[in-house]
């Protein structure tokens, strides 16, 4: 076992890996040796964007996939891709997350459906996907991002809270499962973290959610990729089926 | 080696079985071939034959006679 942080020799793969918690993961962990693999959805030239940010800062070469998370078969591609390439895959974070905030009695089923296919379709086909790598080499460590609001609710989140809870449930239960292979599978539960997230809350809410860190003070998306860290490294070796929180202390 | 016998190395560790029990016949739920010994199997075969399977193969591999048969459309010819 060593005994620091290093990732040298480790293949990680990040969903939603182009902007804020993601993209901070991304740096964080090519910064302590891993060969990253980025993911986004929207923008390819996003995508290429920070492969060249990190090829400047840490002088590497890596990969970028774009598709959406809740597509099976493109993130069987995927995984292809990086089977060919790497015949292997040490870590996953499976960060890529949606938000459609509605009231109770406006929720529309097209937001049940988009925010259940990506914070919960596409991190079960993910984590399928790469506990299947992982148990070649009967070693992994899978991190998947959920939210404070899926332990302890939040209004106006019924949908993207149940999602996230259900984070939970399938890190549990995944950890079961993939202990005996040497799989660890962990959840993080960020509080209130600048990221894009937070940028449209009316300045009100905004005051009202910054009120209840007890630290007094937003979550950088750095301070969760430290967290990914931790998770991801062989410091936490006997570490699995754990949630968590990162949050300043936050009370909803 | 063959494909042949580096199909039923990779039934025959991953089962626990030895090679010259292994049938066309052999089949999901028979033996030692539970859920668990599924997913070592199919890790076996992956690396044994250099590939990665389509989630729907892995569930479809069903007996060692299917696998041949889901092995050939990967170019693997027995």
Redesign the interface.
Known sequence: MTSNFSLEGKVAFITGSTRGMGWATARTLTRFGATVILNGINSQDLLEQRKEELKKEFNVECDGFLFDVGD?DAA?NC??QI?KKHKKLDILVNNAGTLDDNLVGMIRKEDIRHTFSTNVNGVIYNL??AA??M??NKSGSIINISSLVGRVGNEGQVVYGGSKAAVIGITLSAARELASKNIRVNAIAPGFINTDFVKPLPPAIFQQRLNSVKMGRIGEPEEVANAVLFLASDLSSYITGQVLGVDGGMIM | MGNLEKLKKAFSESLEIEPETITDELSYSSGNWDSIAHLALIASIETEFDIMLASDDVIDMSSFQKAKEILGKYDIKF
């Open positions: 099976m069987q995984y292809n089977f399928q996907f299947r790598l148990s070649r």
